[in-house]
């Protein structure tokens, strides 16, 4: 798919990230020049994309997820066009040493709350959040989150009856299950509290560092899942924030068909956060370039650097020395006295300087911004010769 053009408008730049069943490619719109992300399948008879495209069309009226622009097929294989978004929450993980802030997790947790209470809402459920299904916004959003990857989400909301599925046996299946909720393990049906479960467990691992079934030994799915259901909370608020070991029981005490209190959950945090005196912000806003690189500012059209603009350079002023009168230096509009007394015939001259004084001179009273400052230069150098 490297560059070649697709739709006759989007030129495929780069491949961003190879995965098991799609890849990730950068793009440019080319009458725009704006960037966007092509999802395309692996495989010429999967159809994942497809139901991504239509979770993403079904949440096209909210502002909290990536835009679907397009989809198609490519040699075969389908294809889905979506917004351009930065690095994910797992890249930007490892650059911060294995470890987010109290602070930043905090943050976290809000702007996820958010996104899934939005996604639940519309009768979606996610099913196994991790930190590669969560990036950072890009240019302008640059200090957002987003959860990415709709592939593997799904309905629980019957639309022929509006209600509730039943609960029963799942048949969602997926390989990674390091985040996944206990219930998604033991192929109980998915529901709302399972996307909160694997939250917290997102949130235990961004301020710790790890999980109890996370270590050097490759667990099986039997063994992270008799560690899932036997969590000594004792022992893990040793290295863990309370706020989350308390949001974790809070998960798994909810009731299958249960909605979940996303704005206490909230709260909770934001409580914390301004009894503990933490800032909720992302660790990486603090190291990121658009904060860090030089600000480019034209001080010709900036009112606080008029009155630097308008004056000339020191070295273009010269201090006239005449024995037995003041020493003088002129600048635009006004004299600065250096020296000593002078004699009547220096005063006459300083008022005959004063009448020379041109009455359209532009008075910079309330700092406008400066359109013709090449002009008003010009004229301050021609009124500055009618002195010499």
Same mark, same amino acid.
């Given at each position: 798919?490297?560059?070649?053009?697709?739709?006759?408008?989007?030129?495929?730049?780069?491949? #961003?990230?190879?995965?098991?069943?799609?890849?990730?490619?950068?793009?440019?719109?080319?009458?725009?020049?704006?960037?966007?992300?092509?999802?395309?399948?692996?495989?010429?008879?999967?159809?994942?994309?497809?139901?991504?495209?239509?979770?993403?069309? !079904?949440?096209?009226?909210?502002?909290?997820?990536?835009?679907?622009?397009?989809?198609?097929?490519?040699?075969?294989?389908?294809?889905? #066009?979506?917004?351009?978004?930065?690095?994910?929450?797992?890249?930007?993980?490892?650059?911060?040493?294995?470890?987010?802030?109290?602070?930043?997790?905090?943050?976290?947790?809000?702007?996820?709350?958010?996104?899934?209470?939005?996604?639940?809402?519309?009768?979606?459920?996610?099913?196994?959040?991790?930190?590669?299904?969560?990036?950072?916004?890009?240019?302008? +959003?640059?200090?957002? #989150?987003?959860?990415?990857?709709?592939?593997?989400?799904?309905?629980?909301?019957?639309?022929?009856?509006?209600?509730?599925?039943? #609960?029963?046996?799942?048949?969602?299946?997926?390989?990674?299950?390091?985040?996944?909720?206990?219930?998604?393990?033991?192929?109980?049906?998915?529901?709302?509290?399972? !996307?909160?479960?694997?939250?917290?467990?997102?949130?235990?691992?961004?301020?710790?560092?790890?999980?109890?079934?996370?270590?050097?030994?490759?667990?099986?799915?039997?063994?992270?899942?008799?560690?899932?259901?036997?969590?000594?909370?004792?022992?893990?608020?040793?290295?863990?924030?309370?706020?989350?070991?308390?949001?974790?029981?809070?998960?798994?005490?909810?009731?299958?068909?249960?909605?979940?209190?996303?704005?206490?959950?909230?709260?909770?945090?934001?409580?914390?956060?301004?009894?503990?005196?933490?800032?909720?912000?992302?660790?990486?806003?603090?190291?990121?370039?658009?904060?860090?690189?030089?600000?480019?500012?034209?001080?010709?059209?900036?009112?606080?650097?008029?009155?630097?603009?308008?004056?000339?350079?020191?070295?273009?002023?010269?201090?006239?020395?005449?024995?037995?009168?003041?020493?003088?230096?002129?600048?635009?509009?006004?004299?600065?006295?250096?020296?000593?007394?002078?004699?009547?015939?220096?005063?006459?001259?300083?008022?005959?300087?004063?009448?020379?004084?041109?009455?359209?001179?532009?008075?910079?009273?309330?700092?406008?911004?400066?359109? +013709?400052?090449?002009?008003?230069?010009?004229?301050?150098?021609?009124?500055?010769?009618?002195?010499?």
């Amino acid at each position: 798919m490297l560059n070649t053009v697709l739709e006759n408008k989007y030129q495929v730049l780069k491949l #961003i990230r190879q995965g098991e069943n799609h890849d990730v490619y950068k793009a440019q719109e080319e009458k725009t020049n704006k960037k966007v992300a092509i999802k395309s399948e692996n495989f010429i008879d999967s159809t994942l994309l497809l139901n991504e495209a239509q979770v993403l069309t !079904d949440l096209s009226s909210q502002d909290s997820f990536p835009r679907f622009l397009s989809k198609g097929k490519h040699n075969g294989k389908n294809y889905i #066009i979506v917004d351009y978004l930065g690095s994910s929450l797992s890249a930007k993980f490892t650059k911060s040493n294995g470890k987010f802030s109290f602070g930043c997790a905090l943050r976290i947790a809000e702007q996820l709350l958010y996104r899934i209470e939005i996604l639940h809402k519309s009768g979606y459920l996610y099913n196994n959040i991790k930190p590669e299904s969560i990036s950072a916004g890009s240019g302008l +959003n640059w200090q957002s #989150i987003y959860l990415t990857s709709f592939k593997l989400s799904s309905k629980y909301i019957n639309t022929k009856n509006g209600r509730h599925i039943p #609960i029963g046996k799942s048949s969602t299946s997926i390989k990674k299950t390091v985040y996944s909720s206990l219930n998604l393990m033991n192929r109980i049906s998915l529901s709302r509290r399972d !996307d909160i479960e694997s939250i917290a467990y997102l949130l235990i691992y961004f301020t710790t560092g790890t999980l109890p079934w996370i270590t050097q030994e490759n667990f099986s799915d039997s063994e992270i899942r008799r560690k899932k259901a036997n969590i000594n909370y004792e022992v893990l608020s040793k290295t863990c924030q309370i706020e989350f070991i308390n949001f974790l029981k809070y998960a798994k005490s909810l009731e299958f068909n249960q909605e979940p209190d996303y704005e206490m959950l909230r709260n909770i945090f934001k409580e914390s956060a301004s009894k503990s005196k933490i800032i909720r912000a992302y660790d990486w806003i603090f190291n990121n370039e658009k904060l860090s690189s030089p600000i480019k500012i034209d001080k010709s059209q900036n009112p606080l650097f008029l009155n630097a603009a308008l004056r000339e350079p020191e070295e273009n002023f010269e201090i006239v020395k005449l024995k037995g009168r003041k020493n003088k230096k002129v600048m635009f509009g006004e004299t600065n006295e250096i020296g000593s007394d002078g004699d009547p015939a220096e005063k006459a001259l300083e008022e005959k300087k004063q009448q020379l004084c041109r009455n359209d001179t532009i008075k910079l009273q309330t700092l406008p911004e400066i359109q +013709n400052r090449n002009k008003i230069i010009k004229m301050r150098r021609d009124f500055l010769a009618t002195l010499r």
